[in-house]
């Protein structure tokens, strides 16, 4: 006749929510019940995100020295929140011996379950004053005069009896008893007076009786009348639900001195609340913001975050000792100390970092690897048992997420592939940016436009005295003209119009050549043009105690034999400069900041090629589920967003370099020279115009369908303009007339005679000339055709 414990551990779990503790340290009882409840613990602590890392069983029988060295077990813990469930003579030794330890002063926090708030008032002086501080939860039983009542029948009853201690005090254990025995009579009343010979039913088997275990035959009934038993009793509203007592609400409270201070409740369908009050928003809520102000231990009103450092204050970081790139970090160990000394951009990113935490940390380095190889692998093996957590270029890969914990990257991610950078550079670049077919394209084309100059000129008589070229000097610049047309524009090289409208055509497809000639030389030029590709035994290089060769190995299956390692930029160096074929490598592959650095320093020798391989860039490591985690996450975002990220850049690298103007990773290493096709159709173009030109000068057909063509333009063109000649001298007519009238009108009463004048025909004269001047033209013209087909 008690409620589910599930209901309890979710009150606990709501509680930790709204304090936002991370992580929970369990301390249970060793028995049967405290097992049964941690599993409703575990099932309410995962549902809320709530890590529960190290679990304490501790015997009734234990002793004192068997639970000190448990509590210097939990002090070596980050996580500074403890939940206990335990009864009432094992939590007394508990808190005493904890307090003695130091573990009841600030930054802690102790929770502690009805299992032993419901018996607070039986602990002497000293248990209560070592739980100074402690937030517990119980079944709320509110006040009321029944309740009152039964109380002073209580106390004189224990009067008359002489009863001492506990006894006299009584709990809400005590009311639900009393309660399950009103209930009972309750059903039993409603069941009405029963047979005695009827009372039990025999257990025996086959008529022989084995046990004295006798069965009421209005037990089912009986049941049945409980389970829909209600009623109002000492403890509150009492009813069973599939067995068990209803959910109460619970009361939240903090222990202060030798009394409880309440400071707000949990019911399972709203929540955390400050009152226990029926009105208002039927939400469930995990707010602690609205709790009365807690008293924590060591007299301390601010709220615990629930973790620390370790008991000595300090946080030992690992950093790795590097025999390059100590760019990123560089140790150095101060001989007379033996203290380590750490610098480079990944020791300011950690300490940029420190301002944003929660609360400020102490902490020391220690160095790794001072004299063996560096392998980044065994560094973070040896979280924690070495290193709280490990600051440096430590790659955020899966397989390492296995053993710990990283923090969010604060590095460009990514892994290229560096090689040689081949300058096409000799003395025949000029013709690089043009392939031979073009090039025998455009020889081609000139030599047919001379020669079809040559024939569009050849009928042309030099009839012009100012012409600077006798005839014979033309006809011979005529083979030059497509070449000489672009550097002497100015000079009079052709007469026929046909020549001049095949020149056009040429002059827009030559500038268009140009242009694109100007524009993909600059481009050769000024771009690196990439032309890598491995020889027969090529190798490749990486950077030695990293991830690079696993990686190489199992997403690029580059067989190891081909693999070198190599530890600085200047090895780097040397083994590109010497190759493959002489002991060196063709190709490196390793993560983007590190190839900023060999870039930077060989820039014109070196190019990025080819696409950027995933990862997740450098990150800090810490031991599973670490609550620092999440902290360090938080203010590597800060930094990273802030101003300060790119003079830590700077700073490292040299002015000019950010993370927010990164490399280019690739550059195409196709061929870029332009082709014949990329131009046919300008070719198809001026080829056709030329084909048109020489078929109407050298063609008979040609030269008449030119001539029709003149004729019926001239007569067209004739039409409109004596159109336009006729109505412009309809409106000097109507214009007089109508000045005439208004004349007329604006007489004194007089008649007015309009004298109407002739018609100047002179322009009409001009028009009519000019029509027949043209149709004059066009008639010789087409006669002398005519006389030259006939001949």
Known sequence: MTPNDSYQAQALAAICEGYEWPEVVILYEDTDYGYQFL??????????????????????????????????????????????HMNASLGHRLFVLAKKEGMMTEGYVWIITDYLSNFLNSMDFVARDSMEGVLGIRPYVSRSEKLDRFHERWQRNMVTKKSAGSIRDFNVYGLWVYDTVCSLAIAAEKIGPVNSSLLYVSTSKNGIDNTNLKISAFGPKLLTELSNTKFRGLSGDFQLINGQL???????????????????????????SRELSPT?????????????????????????????????????????????????????????????????FSIDIFMATLPWLPSPINYEFYHYNNDANLSYDGMLHCIPQMFDMVVGDTTIWAPRAKYVDFSLPYSEPGVILVVKNMKPFDMWIFIKPLRWDLWLAIILASILMGIVLRL?????????????????????MIYWSPIVVLAFPERNMVANSWSIFVLVFWLFMAFILMQSYTANLSAILTVDQLKFAFSEDYYVGYQDGSFMKEFLKEHLHIDESRLKSYSSV??????????????????????????????????????????????????????????LTSY?????????????????????????????????????????????YNFGGLF??????????????????????????????????????????????????SHESIQNVAGHTSSEGRDVSIVEEPPNRGEEEICESDQQNESDFAEVELTSINEEMKS
């Open 632 to 676: 360090f996450s938080r203010a590597i975002l800060a930094v990273s967003e802030g101003s300060n990220m790119t003079s830590i850049e700077q700073t490292n690298f040299g002015p000019g370099d950010s993370s927010e103007d990164p490399l280019s990773s690739t550059v195409s290493p196709q061929n870029s020279s332009l082709t014949f």
């Open 39 to 84: 599993s409703h613990l575990n099932k309410a602590f995962h549902d809320v995100e709530i890590g529960m890392p190290y679990m304490s069983s501790i015997s009734i029988s234990s002793e004192d020295n068997q639970i000190l060295k448990e509590f210097n077990k939990l002090k070596e813990k980050q996580t500074r929140v403890f939940l206990v």
């Open 456 to 476: 569009l000129e050849r009928r042309v008589r030099n009839t012009n005295k100012e012409s600077i070229q006798p005839r014979q000097e033309r006809l011979r």
């Open 570 to 627: 200047e090895e780097y160096h040397d083994a590109m400069s010497r190759g493959s074929k002489r002991g060196g490598i063709d190709a490196i592959f390793d993560e983007i900041p590190y190839m900023k650095i060999l870039l930077k320093k060989y820039d014109s020798q070196y190019k990025m090629v080819g696409p950027m391989y995933r990862t997740n860039g450098f990150g800090f490591a810490f031991p599973v589920d670490s609550p």
């Open 280 to 344: 208002g928003e039927r939400t469930y809520s995990t707010s602690t913001k609205n709790l009365k102000n807690v008293l924590w231990p060591g007299d301390s009103v601010t709220q615990p975050k629930g973790w620390a450092i370790l008991a000595a204050g300090k946080l030992r970081v690992g950093v790795p000792v590097k025999n390059g790139f100590r760019e990123f970090v560089n140790v150095t160990i101060d001989p007379a100390t033996n203290r380590t000394i750490a610098t480079g």
């Open 684 to 733: 198809i173009i001026v080829g056709s115009v030329t084909l048109f030109a020489l078929f109407c000068s050298e063609t008979s057909v040609g030269r008449k369908f030119t001539a029709l063509s003149a004729l019926y333009s001239q007569m067209c063109f004739s039409f409109i303009y004596s159109k336009f000649c006729s109505r412009h001298d309809d409106g000097e007519e």
């Open 246 to 272: 209803k959910p109460p609400a619970f009361e939240i409270f903090n222990v202060i001195g030798t009394g409880e201070k309440t400071v707000g409740f949990w019911r399972p369908d709203r929540g955390i």
